[in-house]
C-alpha cells in the first residue's frame, strides 16, 4: 500500500520553494528509477537532461506556460526523445546488451533486422511520435520515485519545445524536448493545491470490466 500512499500524497505542485533544494542522493534515484523504466524493445530512445544552473532555467522561463514553477524548482528534468531511429542506434543498444551479457555480437540479429525493416518504412514523424511516448513511462516512474522520496514533482508540457531544444543543444544530439518535470518542495502558503482534496474519477466509473 506505501506506493498508493505516496501517489494520494502527491499533486502537480503550483509553487515551490526556492530556497530548499533537491539532495543529490534522492535527485540520483529519481533519475536512477526513470532508467529502469521499461521500453519498447528496450531501445530505451530518449535522454533526461537535467537543469540545475539559474540562469539556464531564466533563459528557459521565456517560454513556460508557468514560469515561477520553472524559476522556482529545484531541478527541471527535460526528457528528450531521439528524433529518429536508425541502424546504427539500434545495433548500438544491441552491442552494450551482448557485451553487457557475455553473447556474440549479432546475437538478436534476427530480432533487429525487422526492427531497421519496421522503421525504415517510416517518417521521422512516425519515429519521433513513437520515441516521444516512451519517455513518458519514464516521466510516470520518475514522479512515483519522487512521491516515495517525498519530493514534490510537476510534469509540464507547456513550454516553447523549440526554445527549450535551442538552449539545451538538443538538435546537435539528435534530440527532441517531449516534457518537463520540475522536482522541489511545495511552498504550503502560495501552493493552492496543497489544501484541496486530491479529486479523481471514481473506480467504478474509471474502471471499465468486460
Known sequence: ?????????????????ATKKVSEQ??????????????????????IVVVEDQQLKEKMVQGALNPDVMRECSHVLVFAAWDHYSDE????????????RELPRGRFGSYTDKLKELYNGQTSEQ????????????????????????????PAEG???ALVDDILE?????????????LGYRDKERD?????????????EFIIKK
Not at 498508493?4 to 515551490?16: F, M, N, P, Q, S
Not at 493552492?192 to 473506480?203: A, G
Open 1 to 17: 500500500m506505501a506506493l498508493l500512499e505516496d501517489l494520494k500524497w502527491r499533486h502537480a505542485v503550483k509553487a515551490y520553494d
Open 26 to 47: 534522492d535527485l540520483n534515484k529519481i533519475l536512477e528509477a526513470a532508467r529502469l523504466a521499461p521500453t519498447s524493445s528496450g531501445l530505451q530512445p530518449f535522454r
Open 89 to 100: 542506434k539500434i545495433d548500438a543498444v544491441y552491442d552494450r546488451h551482448t557485451d553487457e
Open 127 to 154: 519515429h519521433f511520435a513513437h520515441t516521444a511516448r516512451q519517455s513518458y513511462i519514464a516521466l510516470g516512474i520518475a514522479m512515483a520515485q519522487a512521491a516515495e522520496l517525498k519530493v514534490d514533482s510537476t
Open 159 to 161: 513550454f516553447n519545445n
Open 170 to 182: 538538443l538538435k546537435e544530439l539528435g534530440l527532441k524536448s517531449v516534457s518537463l518535470l520540475y
Open 192 to 204: 493552492y493545491l496543497s489544501h484541496m482534496k486530491k479529486v479523481r474519477i471514481p473506480m467504478e
